[in-house]
T-cell receptor, first 119, second 113 residues
Framework: GAVVSQHPSRVICKSGTSVKIECRSL??????MFWYRQFPKQSLMLMAT?????????EQGVEKDKFLINHASLTLSTLTVTSAHPEDSSFYIC???????????????FGDGTRLSIL | QKEVEQNSGPLSVPEGAIASLNCTYS??????FFWYRQYSGKSPELIMS????GDKEDGRFTAQLNKASQYVSLLIRDSQPSDSATYLC?????????????FGGGTRVLVKP
């Protein structure tokens, strides 16, 4: 159980393109999902917390107009990188937490990640 | 001081030996503790979760938590080459809005045949 599906797994596109990444919880409901970014040989950096039916909470330094997050249902969150540039190239990973019991004790389950390359 | 600290490694372990990984955290209010394994180029996968002081065993893995000393450790018994990966310690604290996970920088483990 607790499977998170993330698509696409890899994107290569030209500078200025907007890219949408989907994150789905396949066998559970997730009121809260998380979006991370990871550069080579570094740990995960939380970008934002995605809340179903409300606005996402962005971490300090993350541009909300650049990284649009929509969490329209209990099983789907999307991240859109708008007008992407080469510096946006990175590994983007989503995670979801099962809506059960004490939320603070629930682990996050990760999608397979999306490797974004902007030319 | 980082909120969650790990030795970056690499931790080199002979096949069949025990790998011992440590993690310290700064917030005494931390409640939940997780170990994730991340292979190169892949996303993290959950190995263990632990919430109370003491040991928790799952197969070849044992997590140990000591809240008084603010550390959590992971032991990997009978290490296999397939255990070569980066191991991430993650902590949930009360003060973190939205119950965010705070990750350590990860410890890279190399199991040599």
């Amino acid at each position: 159980g607790a499977v998170v599906s993330q698509h696409p797994s890899r994107v290569i596109c030209k500078s200025g393109t907007s890219v949408k990444i989907e994150c789905r919880s396949l066998d559970f409901q997730a009121t809260t999902m998380f979006w991370y970014r990871q550069f080579p040989k570094q740990s995960l950096m939380l970008m934002a917390t995605s809340n179903e039916g409300s606005k996402a909470t962005y971490e300090q330094g993350v541009e909300k107009d650049k990284f649009l997050i929509n969490h329209a249902s209990l099983t789907l969150s999307t991240l859109t990188v708008t007008s992407a540039h080469p510096e946006d190239s990175s590994f983007y990973i989503c995670s979801a937490r099962v809506d059960r019991g004490q939320l603070n004790n629930q682990p996050q389950h990760f999608g397979d990640g999306t490797r974004l390359s902007i030319l | 001081q980082k909120e969650v600290e790990q030795n970056s490694g690499p931790l080199s372990v002979p096949e069949g030996a025990i790998a011992s990984l440590n993690c310290t955290y700064s917030d005494r209010g931390s409640q939940s503790f997780f170990w994730y394994r991340q292979y190169s180029g892949k996303s993290p996968e959950l190995i263990m979760s632990i919430y109370s002081n003491g040991d928790k065993e799952d197969g070849r893995f044992t997590a140990q938590l000591n809240k008084a000393s603010q550390y959590v450790s992971l032991l990997i018994r009978d290490s296999q080459p397939s255990d070569s990966a980066t191991y991430l310690c993650a902590v949930t604290t009360i003060k973190a809005a939205g119950n965010k996970l705070t990750f350590g920088g990860g410890t890279r483990v190399l199991v040599k045949p």
